[in-house]
């Protein structure tokens, strides 16, 4: 057997592993797992770290921000329910690995960051990709992006103290958000949030870890 044939054996054995994972941490989405098996999670992680791409586990990325583990990643598109003619806004752009996962579900991607770096950075990897429906772009997330509202589905991969009043806004009727809330780094919930005519309706998720939702625009 060649190097070649071992490479590829390893590569199909890792991508069995992930999947894996993912199943058994409740991703059972067949569109959600078809698209996040579709993507190299080591495009998204470099540096120090990129040996532990493929492992259930948050790292760290510049900016003092981290790409999220695989399986949470999983279980906020599941619970996002995106369907292929929606468009999606996305808050905390980070890696650029959740809006990949996004892009192959929805027709359209809004996703905004208040570093600058990790916008940039992000927008390379999806030019190699070819991902042609993602606009990226450097902002405050919390304010969301009141000039291509209303969306159908907003994410928020940082955690707020309350379900941002902005964001809200700028859901459809019958919209979906899915957010992390929490006072402190230790004690998060996850929720999703369906607008209705009437209001808004809450549903608890899990328990999550998130980096904060910040105010303003980063110093990188």
Known sequence: MSEQDDNEDSAAERKMRFLFQLRSRGVTDPRVLD???????????RGQFSDRAYEDTPLPIPCGQTISQPSVVGLMTQALNVGPRDT??????????????????????????????LVQ??????????????????????RGLPDQAPFDRILVTAAAEDPPG???????????MVVPVGQSDAVQTLIRVTRTETGFDYDELRQVRFVPLVEGLGQT
């Open 121 to 142: 950075e992000a927008e390379v990897i999806f030019r190699e990709l070819g991902l042609s429906n993602i606009t990226a772009q450097v902002a405050d997330g919390s």
């Open 35 to 45: 698209a996040m098996e579709r993507i190299d999670r080591g495009l998204f992680v």
């Open 88 to 117: 999606v806004l996305e808050v905390g752009t980070g890696s650029g690995y959740q809006a990949t996962v996004l892009s192959g579900l929805c027709r359209r991607v809004y996703t905004v960051d208040r570093h600058r770096r």
């Open 166 to 176: 902005s964001l809200l806004a700028q859901l459809k009727i019958g919209g979906i």
